[in-house]
């Protein structure tokens, strides 16, 4: 199954670059090129992406009613089809309204194959397994997501439309990649046939419990996107300084989130999803004292430490508290509570800045709350490991 979690990890790579190599530079093509004004803009990214949060919990009740691989691959499909649709668009005078649909695409096709493949590696992996198989799988993904944006400014400085050939590309190499090597281990009679209700689901009190916490988590997680680079310019740094806070977020998932994620296996994983809270809160309080490039980095690299620690274990509990034939549709509401938690976060962090800018530690005191509060629902819940 080893061989399984690094094929994942691999196609993950290339949809996470082919995404950031191409669909950032769109907003510019849009703005600068276009002329369409980035409150549209904004508007297309912001619908298609609820949208697509949306459909986790379809894709997952899919991925129960069939099978994990055959919703993976339809999503792969629609990414082709996403970036295939930007090919065309951006060579054209097409209308803006016509980016919408790609746009709507990419969101489904990344909903659809990021629940699915979290699903099959919760339904064929011993539990304790999962958390390294998780981790393996997200050094991938920000892989791809460190090395794509420097590849798509040389490319967008050439051509635009080479920019999402390039993108489709990666999508067809992803699809044929996960068609080929990702096989079905279940016996087709003992496939999953139920169809039963979400209600179903949310009678799970405990679950649910566990998902107020993970949703003030990534209230929190939210938070490295919206408030952080605008706090870190108001103290005065830079784009360029700015920049390197990402990455150094993006490059210690790579270089430290299997050592990380193998030293806490030893530990349960309640308490290794109240540690990583933890961190989260001390590393973003730790932005009221910020002053200097230094002192930023500091932050990002505590809460860095909590977000390799706590993801990985937040797909795993899931898959722990689901029942078998219930793991899709489980893994499905988790997305839907993760993206929704990522598009709330920067409206609850700007009300926080306008309020406080000038009160850093109340801003960040009132921010990194959210983790605290996710640790006490996260110590009511019963189950973590599997037991009881």
């Not at 629609?78 to 746009?103: C, D, K, N, Q």
């Not at 080929?180 to 949310?202: A, G, H, R, S, Y």
């Amino acid at each position: 199954m080893k061989r399984d979690v690094f094929i994942l990890s691999f196609v993950r790579m290339l949809t996470a670059a082919g995404y950031v190599i191409s669909v950032p530079f769109l907003n510019i093509f849009l703005y600068n090129e276009r002329g369409i004004p980035m409150k549209i803009v904004g508007f297309y990214i912001t619908l298609a992406a609820l949208i697509g949060a949306i459909l986790r919990i379809y894709s997952g009740k899919l991925a129960d009613k069939f099978s994990s691989i055959f919703v993976m691959n339809i999503g792969l499909i629609s990414r082709i089809l996403a970036f295939t649709g930007f090919s065309i668009l951006v060579s054209f005078e097409s209308p803006v309204y016509l980016f919408f649909f790609a746009f709507a695409l990419n969101s489904i096709g990344f909903s659809f194959y990021g629940t699915a493949s979290d699903t099959y590696v919760g339904e064929f992996l011993p539990q304790k397994e999962r958390p390294k198989a998780y981790g393996i799988i997200r050094i991938g993904a920000n892989i791809g997501w460190a090395a794509g944006p420097a590849f798509g400014g040389f490319l967008a400085n050439m051509s635009y439309f080479l920019l999402f050939l390039i993108s489709t590309f990666l999508a067809i190499i992803a699809f044929l990649t996960n068609l080929i090597f990702i096989k079905d281990k279940k016996v087709k009679e003992t496939q999953k046939k139920n169809n039963f209700p979400l209600k179903d689901v949310l009678k799970d009190k405990n679950f649910l419990i566990f998902l107020s916490g993970s949703f003030m988590l990534f209230l929190v997680v939210g938070q490295l996107i919206s408030s952080v680079p605008v706090f870190a310019r108001h103290k005065g740094l830079d784009n360029l300084h700015v920049g390197y806070l990402f990455s150094v977020n993006g490059l210690m998932v790579v270089l430290f989130q299997y050592l990380i994620t193998n030293l806490f296996t030893r530990f349960s994983n309640k308490k290794g999803l109240i540690a990583g809270s933890l961190l989260y809160f001390i590393g973003y309080l730790s932005f009221a004292w910020a002053k200097s490039f230094p002192v930023f980095v500091l932050g990002v690299i505590i809460f860095t430490i909590g977000e390799i620690i706590t993801m990985p274990l937040v797909t795993t509990v899931t898959t722990i508290l689901a029942p078998e034939e219930k793991k899709g549709t489980y893994m499905g509401i988790l997305g839907f509570c993760q993206g929704l938690g990522w598009a709330i976060a920067p409206f609850i962090g700007g009300i926080f800045i306008d309020i406080f800018i000038k009160n850093p530690l109340f801003l960040w005191l009132a921010t990194s709350s959210f983790a605290i509060f996710g640790i006490l629902f996260y110590l009511k819940v019963k189950g973590m490991d599997g037991k009881g």
